[in-house]
Nanobody, 127 residues
Framework: QVQLVESGGGLVQAGGSLRLSCAAS????????MGWFRQAPGKEREFVAA????????NYPDSVKGRFTISRDNAKNTVYLQMSSLKIEDTALYYC????????????????????WGQGTQVTVSS
């Protein structure tokens, strides 16, 4: 069992930056690939970033590539999402997720590959 708690969300002006954190409890955090997803009102949840279990592989959709950076600290059981050059369309509830990975380089874009989810942290970008 893994429990995930996100933090770091808030209100920021367009062009600004935020860093989200996701703290994991439970054993074997380094066995899990981690991901960030987001859901805006009236829209489906979408993939934002993923990182392999030891951090060597990262994956982003084009919508955030070059602006968002995912990282992890396995000693602290924490995954981060550094967001910069934020846009109004980045406004959403951001979730982190954990999925067991068979290899050190696996990353997952599909929600179905993730077993554990946090409750989310709200990010609001204003003009």
């Amino acid at each position: 069992q893994v429990q995930l708690v996100e933090s770091g969300g808030g209100l920021v002006q367009a062009g600004g930056s935020l860093r989200l954190s996701c703290a994991a409890s439970g054993r074997a955090f380094s066995a899990y690939a981690m991901g960030w997803f987001r859901q805006a009102p009236g829209k489906e949840r979408e993939f934002v970033a993923a990182i392999s279990r030891i951090g060597g592989t990262r994956n982003y959709p084009d919508s955030v590539k070059g602006r968002f950076t995912i990282s992890r600290d396995n000693a602290k059981n924490t995954v981060y999402l550094q967001m910069s050059s934020l846009k109004i369309e980045d406004t959403a509830l951001y979730y982190c997720a954990a999925g067991l990975a068979a290899t050190d380089w696996s990353t997952f874009r599909a929600e179905s590959r993730y077993t554990y989810w946090g409750q989310g942290t709200q990010v609001t970008v204003s003009s």
